[in-house]
């Protein structure tokens, strides 16, 4: 069964630009979540999609957005980039059950110059 | 609002050693505990899934343990090796659920 899987791997763009990102969840997933993982500070939540509605956001400005299509993939938009927002962006998936884990994928890793 | 302290930062042990690392929480209103590793510029690889009502939880050499009362977690290594190298993230999982993480431990095995 396949896992996670997040493209691209890798992302260079300079500062104003719009930075997409993708994630498709393992068969069966509704949920995706987006974690940001900068340098010095830490994964910290960025978005949780389920069931192609946005549930809940972590303290982040409206200039980082997204989706969540019929497929239950995901986009991360991250609009008007600033260098800060250089960083491994995470993604998990996980089934509706508290219980369970989050899945997570193997990341893009965003440059802004 | 819950926040996550792994004690140490960093930690480097010779091969063979027994260690442990530790994680504390400030809301006790959890649903599970969860220990990650991560290697340099990877995603994160789940190692142990604490359940809040449970009170450990062992995989190989690897055992973790839950005290949601104090808000601690440890996770204990047994036999240390090279490849064990990497950093360990603790992550709490509450009603909001999002997961919160510690800043980890960065552990390093030498040969």
């Known amino acids: 069964e396949a896992g996670v899987t997040q493209s691209p791997t890798h992302l260079i763009k300079t500062r104003g630009q719009q930075a997409t990102l993708r994630c498709s969840p393992i068969?069966?997933?509704?949920?995706v979540y987006w974690y940001q993982q900068a340098l010095g500070l830490g994964l910290q939540f960025l978005l949780w999609?389920?069931?192609?509605?946005?549930?809940n956001r972590g303290n982040f400005p409206p200039r980082f957005s997204g989706r969540q299509f019929p497929n239950y993939s995901s986009e991360l938009n991250v609009n008007a980039l600033e260098l800060e927002d250089s960083a491994l962006y995470l993604c998990?998936?996980?089934?509706?059950?508290?219980?369970?884990?989050?899945?997570f994928g193997p990341g893009t890793r965003l440059l802004v110059l | 609002k819950q926040e996550v302290t792994q004690i140490p930062a960093a930690l480097s042990v010779p091969e063979g050693e027994n260690l442990v690392l530790n994680c504390s929480f400030t809301?006790?209103?959890?649903?599970?505990l969860q220990w990650f590793r991560q290697d340099p510029g990877k995603g994160l690889t789940s190692l142990l899934l604490?359940?809040?009502?449970?009170r450990e939880q062992t995989s190989g050499r690897l055992n973790a343990s839950l005290d949601k009362s104090s808000g601690r977690s440890t996770l204990y290594i047994a036999a240390s090796q090279p490849g064990d190298s990497a950093t360990y993230l603790c992550?709490?999982?509450?009603?909001?659920?999002?997961?919160?993480f510690g800043k980890g431990t960065k552990l390093t095995v030498n040969p």
């Open positions: 068969s069966g997933h509704t949920s």
């Open positions: 999609y389920d069931e192609g509605e946005e549930r």
């Open positions: 604490i359940q809040s009502s449970q």
């Open positions: 992550a709490v999982r509450g009603g909001s659920e999002k997961l919160v």
């Open positions: 809301d006790s209103a959890i649903y599970n």
């Open positions: 998990a998936s996980g089934g509706w059950e508290r219980q369970e884990t989050q899945y």
